[in-house]
């Protein structure tokens, strides 16, 4: 009976060791990540004359969301705000929070005044068409 008290003491340590240690670097890395913000997963391909990326952003409202875009550099930043709840202590936390800020080098270089964006089911999706490339041009550049 002695052994078999002993084994279930023995997980019980186990058990708490690990409680310990998730609760360290759970904080850890959350105070970390709240710090340097989050990064969302983009994708990002081609169809025909578009390019097509698709951001997850599940939680965040449209209206904490900026888009930037010049040559063929996009930035996305924005915040997603834990929501108060009262009387509430989490005992485990791993959705993000907080500021992203993602700047992605697209392919090819877009139209900025052909673009549509919309969020549906927490994936922002943003289509830009390219530009067609303009005919090499041969110049002299005069020495000064």
């Known amino acids: 009976m002695a052994k078999k008290n002993n084994k279930y003491r ?16 759970a ?3 959350r105070e970390f990540f709240l710090e340097q913000g989050w990064f ?15 951001i997850e952003l599940p939680g965040v409202e449209k ?3 900026k888009i930037f ?10 915040n997603k705000r834990q929501p108060y709840i009262p009387n509430i202590r989490f005992l485990r ?4 929070y907080g500021r992203f800020h993602r700047v992605l080098n697209l392919p090819y270089y877009v139209n900025p ?13 943003i289509k830009f068409s390219k530009l067609k490339p303009d005919k090499e041009k041969e110049m002299e550049v005069e020495i000064e």
């Open 27 to 29: 904080k850890t890395t």
């Open 10 to 25: 023995i997980l019980e340590i186990e058990r708490e060791i690990n409680r310990i240690f998730e609760d360290i670097f």
């Open 93 to 96: 936390l791993e959705r993000e």
């Open 40 to 54: 969302p997963p983009v994708d990002i391909c081609e169809k025909n004359d578009e390019i097509i990326v698709k």
């Open 63 to 65: 209206k904490n969301i």
């Open 113 to 125: 005044e052909n673009v549509k964006a919309y969020l549906k089911d927490g994936i922002l999706t």
């Open 69 to 78: 875009i010049k040559g063929n550099k996009l930035e996305i930043k924005g």
